[in-house]
Every structure is written in structure tokens, then in C-alpha cells.
């Protein structure tokens, strides 16, 4: 079992930026894939960033550029830093463990899901 516990999300003017982390318990980040994902109102949860191979990181289109997923072993922790801001990035942030290293964007791959955190872009 992995636990995940997001947190720094809030509200934000477009352009902002804002640092999520996700802090794992039970194992470590290093043995899992770690991803993030979002869910806008209305719409359905869609990948955002994680790691491939070793420390290797992907991207949606829509926040390359713009968001780096990065992780501090030593604490068990995922980031994502979240730059530029736009008001369509407005949406709940998940924090996911895939312990088989499957398809990367797939919601399915996933296992393990943090309570989500709630990021609000305002124009």
C-alpha cells in the first residue's frame, strides 16, 4: 500500500506560479512511477507530468514547458512546480503511484491516488 498526501495548492493570478508536493508513505518514490494528473470541473481527470525510466520525466502538451515534475528521494516526496499559470490550468491536482511502470498517461496504470489539492488560476 502507498499513501499520498498532496498539498500547496491555493489560489493564483495568471502568470503565478505554485510548488505542489505529494509526500508517500508506505513506499518509497524511487520503486514506483510517480505521476500527476488533474481534473477540471465537469471534465475528466487527465495526466499532467511523471517519470519514465530512471529519472527521465513526461509531459502533457498543454503544461510543457510551463510545469517540472521533480522528487527529493530523501524525503519521499514528488513535486510538481507550476509556471505560468493560465486560468485553464484551474483544476484539482492528484498525486499517483503506478507500482508496475505501465503506460504512463493511462488513469488505469495507476494504483495509488492522493485526496487531490484544489489549484484556482484567476484572469
Known amino acids: 500500500q502507498v499513501q499520498l498526501v498532496e498539498s500547496g495548492g491555493g489560489l493564483v493570478q495568471a502568470g503565478g506560479s505554485l510548488r505542489l508536493s505529494c509526500a508517500a508513505s508506505?513506499?518509497?518514490?524511487?520503486?514506483?512511477?510517480m505521476g500527476w494528473f488533474r481534473q477540471a470541473p465537469g471534465k475528466e481527470r487527465e495526466f499532467v507530468a511523471s517519470?519514465?525510466?530512471?529519472?527521465?520525466?513526461y509531459y502533457a502538451d498543454s503544461v510543457k514547458g510551463r510545469f517540472t515534475i521533480s522528487r527529493d528521494n530523501a524525503k519521499n516526496t514528488v513535486y510538481l512546480q507550476m509556471n505560468s499559470l493560465k486560468p485553464e490550468d484551474t483544476a484539482v491536482y492528484y498525486c499517483?503511484?503506478?507500482?508496475?511502470?505501465?503506460?504512463?498517461?493511462?488513469?488505469?496504470?495507476?494504483?495509488?491516488w492522493g485526496q487531490g489539492t484544489q489549484v484556482t488560476v484567476s484572469s
Open positions: 499517483a503511484a503506478d507500482p508496475r511502470w505501465s503506460i504512463v498517461t493511462r488513469i488505469e496504470s495507476y494504483d495509488y
Open positions: 508506505g513506499s518509497t518514490i524511487s520503486s514506483v512511477r
Open positions: 517519470f519514465t525510466v530512471k529519472t527521465m520525466t
